[in-house]
């Protein structure tokens, strides 16, 4: 199957955004998604808990780059480090884990992304991006990043747990940084 050039980054469909990030620390952010009432699940608060989830202290902003895995080339789907890799590859780079929940905060009108699809175990949710970011632990049980999503008018900054082996659909959307 030939892959059209047009059609894998930078020529395809992307969403730049610029995302202010630091300047509060853990706890201050954690209050702010709060008065926000942004909803966490038990990975998200792990990763947000975690002693080596650290935030900045200063204020700087991040040109970032929504794609989906396909517009990577990955027709049918890849795992995470062959996403990465690619990203790299083109001239992305992965995000600061903190990015996760100022990006949350800044994106607050988030389209729904379940109605009309099917629930899917095992995979990322419809209408979901995942920030790529470092893991913070090689464990498989612990949460390997952020992902945002909006449900049932619901704006929620979810953790997300995938081993190595995981694929990727083709659909899933990423967030990147420009270098």
Same mark, same amino acid.
């Given at each position: 199957?030939? %892959?059209?050039?047009e059609?894998?980054?930078p020529?395809c469909? %992307?969403?730049?955004?610029? !995302?202010?990030?630091?300047g ?31 935030t900045s ?19 049918d789907?890849? !795992? ?22 100022y ?19 095992h ?16 464990d498989?049980?612990?949460p390997?990043?952020? +992902? ?7 704006l929620?900054?979810?953790? +997300? %747990? ?5 694929i ?12």
């Amino acid at each position: 199957m030939s %892959i059209e050039k047009e059609k894998i980054y930078p020529n395809c469909p %992307i969403i730049n955004r610029i !995302v202010e990030v630091g300047g509060f620390k853990k706890s201050e952010l954690v209050e702010k998604l709060q008065e926000h009432s942004i909803q966490l699940n038990e990975y998200g608060e792990r990763l947000l808990n975690d002693g080596k989830f650290t935030t900045s202290e200063t204020r700087y902003s991040l040109q970032t780059v929504e794609l989906a895995v396909r517009d990577l080339g990955f027709s049918d789907g890849a !795992v995470t480090a062959q996403i990465f890799k690619k990203a790299n590859e083109v001239g992305l780079k992965l995000c600061p884990l903190e990015l996760g929940p100022y990006l949350r905060l800044q994106y607050l009108d988030q389209p729904e992304g379940h109605l009309g699809n099917p629930i899917k175990q095992h995979q990322a949710p419809a209408g979901s991006i995942t920030i790529a970011s470092e893991m913070l632990s090689e464990d498989h049980d612990f949460p390997k990043g952020f +992902y945002l999503r909006r449900m049932n008018g619901v704006l929620w900054l979810r953790g +997300y %747990i995938a081993d190595d082996l995981h694929i990727w659909s083709p659909d899933d959307h990423f967030i990147f940084c420009q270098k």
